[in-house]
């Protein structure tokens, strides 16, 4: 198990920003009419991995977050309605 003593010694990985090459006016082909033509070609501009499991994973962590304080909210609200009608 790592300290925080070495983490601290490793060095960061270089981050690399992807981002689009800038618009050439120099006539590359590609007009605005034809993107979407060239976005059916490809498969989608933003098409996810089929093994991508982070939403499932995020799923299953937060629910029983959910149930355990809809189940400290339910016994008051439970309790209370029982002593109004009991009054």
């Given amino acids: 198990m790592a300290t925080i003593a ?6 960061p990985a270089k981050i690399v920003a992807r981002s689009a090459p800038p618009p050439s ?5 590609v007009s605005l009419r034809s993107l979407p033509a060239a976005a059916k070609k490809k498969g989608g ?7 991508d ?6 799923l299953i962590v ?6 355990w304080v809809l189940f400290n909210i339910l016994q008051p609200a ?10």
């Fill in 78 to 87: 439970l309790n209370q309605l029982n002593r109004m009608r009991s009054d």
């Fill in 25 to 29: 006016t120099s006539g590359s082909g």
């Fill in 6 to 11: 070495t983490m601290a010694m490793l060095k």
């Fill in 45 to 51: 501009l933003a098409a996810a991995p089929a093994d």
């Fill in 53 to 58: 499991n982070r939403g499932l994973l995020l």
């Fill in 62 to 67: 937060v629910t029983p977050a959910i149930g």
